[in-house]
T-cell receptor, first 114, second 115 residues
Framework: EAAVTQSPRSKVAVTGGKVTLSCHQT?????MYWYRQDTGHGLRLIHY???????EKGDIPDGYKASRPSQENFSLILELASLSQTAVYFC?????????????FGPGTRLTVL | AQSVTQPDARVTVSEGASLQLRCKYS??????LFWYVQYPRQGLQLLLK??????VVQGVNGFEAEFSKSNSSFHLRKASVHWSDSAVYFC?????????????FGIGTRVLVRP
């Protein structure tokens, strides 16, 4: 069954440290996305990618980098983690970039920055 | 700019009762509208989506939603809820020709179904 997996599922990081969140999809989808979820907010788009070796900024990219080394893998990188980046992070994939394309989500990574 | 408002942060209903979750959107054109559900410790799953046609769209697990252009709304309904419907429900919007299919989400409504 097609799926989106994320690792780790939870992580505690120290302020100023580097954090890498990984996402792997077996959907054979071209598009992949990173969102963050905060209490009182819906999911907000950080970065997305529509082809390997290319990434695009979403609505809240500051403090984050993304990497798409292959169609299946998409990483989110926090070079200098900050307290404000404590959140739940979701990865998603979709078959196309059209407005009606369904996005398939991973289970999320709970990141706590201390 | 586009936005989605879900005015009810929490809703509690008894098992077997009906459920309605409200969603209002703001967008100058005609958007794609979605309802996603997030069960505990899981990612989001699509319940249904709408773009055009019959304003009442059927989804999975007995859910349906009704689109109203005049009210800029896309409310979700279920006639009789089960305890397993306890989850967080998100309304989302995607604009036609939106680069990268960026979804704009509401804050979600947490539904608790009491036995």
């Amino acid at each position: 069954e097609a799926a989106v997996t994320q690792s780790p599922r939870s992580k505690v990081a120290v302020t100023g440290g580097k954090v890498t969140l990984s996402c792997h999809q077996t959907n054979n989808h071209d598009y992949m996305y990173w969102y963050r979820q905060d209490t009182g907010h819906g999911l907000r788009l950080i970065h997305y990618s529509y082809v390997a070796d290319s990434t695009e900024k979403g609505d809240i990219p500051d403090g984050y980098k993304a990497s798409r080394p292959s169609q299946e893998n998409f990483s989110l990188i926090l070079e200098l983690a900050s307290l404000s980046q404590t959140a739940v992070y979701f990865c998603a994939s979709s078959d196309g970039g059209g407005a009606g394309a369904e996005q398939f989500f991973g289970p999320g990574t709970r990141l706590t920055v201390l | 700019a586009q936005s989605v408002t879900q005015p009810d942060a929490r809703v509690t209903v008894s098992e077997g009762a009906s459920l309605q979750l409200r969603c209002k959107y703001s967008y100058s054109g005609t958007p794609y509208l979605f309802w996603y559900v997030q069960y505990p410790r899981q990612g989001l799953q699509l319940l249904l989506k709408y773009y055009s046609g019959d304003p009442v769209v059927q989804g999975v697990n007995g859910f349906e939603a009704e689109f109203s252009k005049s009210n800029s709304s896309f409310h979700l309904r279920k006639a009789s809820v089960h305890w397993s419907d306890s989850a967080v429900y998100f309304c989302a919007l995607s604009a036609f020709n939106s680069a990268g299919n960026k979804l704009t989400f509401g804050i979600g409504t947490r539904v608790l179904v009491r036995p």
